[in-house]
């Protein structure tokens, strides 16, 4: 069974900062998404990762692909408040169309 | 811009009640899915259809079951609701390797 584990969970820190936010995945899979929520709103797509050393950008996140050691991480460089969202983490069940969704990480952006 | 709207944004049931969810993606898309959200379980796939009339179990499918009968439409029901099936329902259509999600359907099976 394809498990997909984040950490943290919750993640509160200051303007300014930077972080890794950490996706975990338990079988072989070569594509990785990241999506973003903000409250009460659906999920957007932020990137999509397919295949393994895959790293993209977009302003102050960046997130990188490690097949390999099944990890995808997100960095936040130079946090700003309106970074503030649940950030979630997805990974396709190889050649099934089964996207399996990890359980997000809320980030707080403080001022 | 891919579209893809859930007919209600907020829906109240009884318990017992037969329940239909829709979904409909305005671009001919193949591969359409239902999940729910949880607190603290982030995201769970209940079903998914990769074309007219064909379905494939998620991870959660009991209690649940669904209809494709027009490539633009994936319906989710659900028989006799129960409280449990309380949640955040949101549908996504499979757009170049991202999934679009409508804007869900809160439901509160009292």
């Known amino acids: 069974e394809l498990k997909v584990e984040q950490n943290p969970l919750f993640l509160s820190m200051q303007e300014g900062k930077n972080y890794t936010i950490y996706c975990n995945y338990s079988?072989?899979?070569?594509?990785l998404y990241w999506y973003r929520q903000d409250p009460g709103k659906s999920l957007e797509s932020l990137f999509v990762?397919?295949?393994?050393?895959a790293v993209k950008q977009e302003g102050r996140l960046m997130a990188s692909l490690d097949t390999k050691a099944r990890l995808s991480t997100l960095h936040i460089t130079a946090a700003v408040h309106d970074l503030s969202a649940t950030y979630f983490c997805?990974?396709?069940?190889?050649?099934?169309?089964?996207?399996?969704f990890g359980t997000g990480t809320r980030l707080k952006v403080l001022a | 811009d891919v579209k893809v709207t859930q007919s209600s944004r907020y829906l109240v049931k009884r318990t017992g009640e037969k329940v239909f969810l829709e979904c409909v993606q305005d671009?001919?898309?193949?591969?359409m899915f239902w999940y729910r959200q949880d607190p603290g379980l982030g995201l769970r796939l209940i079903y998914f259809?990769?074309?007219?009339?064909?379905?494939e179990k998620g991870d959660i499918p009991e209690g649940y079951s669904v209809s494709r009968e027009k490539k633009e439409r994936f319906s989710l029901i659900l028989e006799s609701a129960s409280t449990n099936q309380t949640s955040m329902y949101l549908c996504?259509?499979?757009?170049?390797?991202?999934?679009?999600f409508g804007s869900g359907t809160q439901l509160s099976v009292l």
């Open positions: 997805a990974v396709e069940k190889s050649g099934t169309y089964k996207y399996i």
């Open positions: 079988t072989t899979s070569d594509r």
């Open positions: 990762l397919l295949s393994n050393g």
């Open positions: 671009m001919d898309h193949e591969n």
């Open positions: 259809s990769y074309d007219v009339k064909m379905k």
């Open positions: 996504a259509s499979l757009v170049d390797e991202k999934l679009f």
